[in-house]
């Protein structure tokens, strides 16, 4: 289950288009539950309105505080032609085209040229000519340069032509979401799936990263998540008026991996954003949990498929990570290079050595990435190799080992030291910040024992078991 609801102001009226329509609706039901909750600070932040822009280039891009728009019924004073720009056709022959008289060519590329060259525009830009209604006169031009941003040439009586920028206005909406993993599903899966219309499908496979890059630093979402495993999370999505999206951002997960919940809440520091616990502490450390990008091995390679080896994954001393032949393999901490070569049956083999007496190890690779060799520096998350099937190994996989002072050890178990937690003197707005995202979360799909539900109850009420 899922809710969306972007935060439009009262009183704007909504013509033509039944999907904002619908979605209005739903705000409406969204924001009540969520007022009576008793949080509106996220939800009030933003420049929502801007579904009431009519289609002319008229309407203004201005954030007007508090955006209210009434209806207004009047006369075109002038109509819109949009032509677009064909390959191999200059600005100037589109113009021609359209009517636009040499002269009047001249001063406008003269003031174009001050922003934007007229030989930089792609095929395909959308050129909007407008004309006064009573006597066809030319009085702008809005040339679109891009997704986000468009170029205004507007008649100026007292210079001839002036330009301005414009930014493609956003609406701001918050999406929950929620779901739980079924038997042979991976977390990707779970969400790609998931029955809600609410959570836009191109925004998906998005989501999955941005929460398994949450979560990596705790969590094997290659080998930990299991069938009851839940999660659920709140994310602000940045839309242009056309429903396309622009960013998204994660502002508070909970996954629950075998009955015990990992939480995480967005709080934005002066310098950084990052995920924090409810105590405060980051949830990145010196290692991630696993050296695979998430997506990119679970998109295109089922684990379970290689379950029999598994079986040796809880034997031996590392961990054993199915994916395919190529997959790049990113070392785990920041460290020096030890060792990068054949030996035996790991087949190619990458050392790191790190901080404080740790070591990983990478094994099986079908290569080296360039520059690794033994005394190269890398930082966490850089490409050292590629999966590949060399030394003793029936198929292609990466035999991944943890060590502490040489001896293997369990990652999920070792503990190890987190990056900065919040500072003292930002406990309390971290505090205020996790109450109000916290209550933006939708109900837990399964029960959790201790997790962010009793979190969200008013201040005094998560106290009492
Ligand atoms: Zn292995």
Redesign the pocket.
Known sequence: MASRNQAPPDGVTVTGQPNVEARARRMKRVKRRVWAAGAVGVIAAGTAGFWSMPPTPEASAEVVEPPLLAAVYAPPRDVAETVVLDAGQTLGELLGEAGVGSVEQASLMLVMREHHSPRRLRPGTEVTLSRWVADDYLRAIDLQLNADSALRLERDDAVGWRASYRLTPVVWDTVTVAGSIEEDQSLYQSLLELDDPAVPVEDRIGLVSRLARIFEYRLDFLHDVQAGDSYRFVYEREGRPDGSARAHTVLAAEFVNRARPFSAIRFELDDRADYFDPEGNSLRTAFKRYPLDYVRVTSNFSWRRYHPVLG??RA?V???FGARTGTPVLATGSGVVDFAARKGGYGNLVILRHPAGYTTRY?HLRGFARGIRRGTRVEQGQVIGYVGATGTVTAP?L?YEFRLNGQPVNPRTVDLPSAEPIPAEARDAFAETMRERVRLLPPAPVDVPRGLVAMGQPVGAAATP
């Open positions: 040796i994954y031996h590392g961990t054993d094994a996989h035999h």
